[in-house]
């Protein structure tokens, strides 16, 4: 079974920085690529960032990009994202996904899989 | 930047067919996966590449992509299908849809 364990969120003050983390099981973790997916209290789902199977191609949205980091460790089946500068705007709930590699990456990505969210609060 | 444009809500009465959209530039030229989201769980595939169905979505779940709109269409509507639902395609970036509610009454 596919699963995929968020951590590493928390309340943070503006200007402050959180590292999130994802525990990837029950697949070949370096057969995919991996993102993560944010959604605000009571609005919709915003993509963040993405990296491909071998941790290069990292990709962002330009709502984050400068601030954010996307890496991975293939050796640990673990995700990361580091963030800095947080501001108001980053509350919301962080989601671990996985990208189907029928079409990892490119005009058909989409995404198989998805975690529970960690939460990030951001608030002075 | 791209934009996906969904309705806020659509209603459907159990049994019917429920129809919801999702608008975009030259929208049928790309791919578009919808997903599935039910209060306080994580969002569910429900289709991908326009049309196909991933392993345990049921048959009433279809999908169609042409021109400036892609359509999710259920069919034979059942209370467990009220959720919310989104669009995603991906335009040198993945793009979300704003998201649909759909009320099963």
């Known amino acids: 079974e596919v699963q995929l364990v968020e951590s590493g969120g928390g309340v943070v003050r503006p200007g402050g920085s959180l590292r999130l983390s994802c525990a990837a099981s029950g697949f070949i973790f370096d057969d995919h690529g991996m993102s993560w997916v944010r959604q605000s209290p009571g609005r919709g789902l915003e993509w963040v960032s993405s990296?491909?199977?071998?941790?290069?191609?990292?990709t962002y949205a330009d709502s984050v990009k400068g601030r954010v980091t996307i890496s991975r460790d293939n050796g640990k089946n673990s995700l990361y994202l580091q963030m800095d500068g947080l501001r108001t705007e980053d509350t919301a709930l962080y989601y671990c996904?996985?990208?189907?590699?029928?079409?990892?990456?490119?005009?058909?990505?989409?995404?198989?899989?998805w975690g529970q969210g960690t939460q990030v609060i951001v608030s002075s | 930047s791209y934009e996906l444009t969904q309705p806020p809500a659509v209603s459907v009465s159990p049994g019917q067919t429920a129809t919801i959209t999702c608008s975009g530039d030259?929208?049928?030229?790309?791919?578009v996966s919808w997903y599935q989201q039910k209060p306080g769980q994580s969002p569910v595939l429900v289709i991908h590449?326009?049309?196909k169905r991933p392993s345990g979505i049921p048959e009433r779940f279809s999908g169609s992509n042409s021109g400036s709109t892609a359509t999710l269409t259920i069919s034979g509507t059942q209370a467990m299908d009220e959720a919310d639902y989104y669009c995603?395609?991906?335009?040198?970036?993945?793009?979300f849809g704003g998201g649909t509610r759909l009320t099963v009454l």
């Open positions: 996904v996985r990208d189907d590699k029928v079409c990892s990456g490119g005009s058909c990505q989409h995404f198989d899989h």
């Open positions: 995603q395609a991906w335009d040198s970036r993945v793009v």
């Open positions: 590449q326009d049309r």
């Open positions: 030259k929208l049928g030229d790309k791919f």
């Open positions: 990296i491909a199977w071998s941790g290069g191609s990292p």
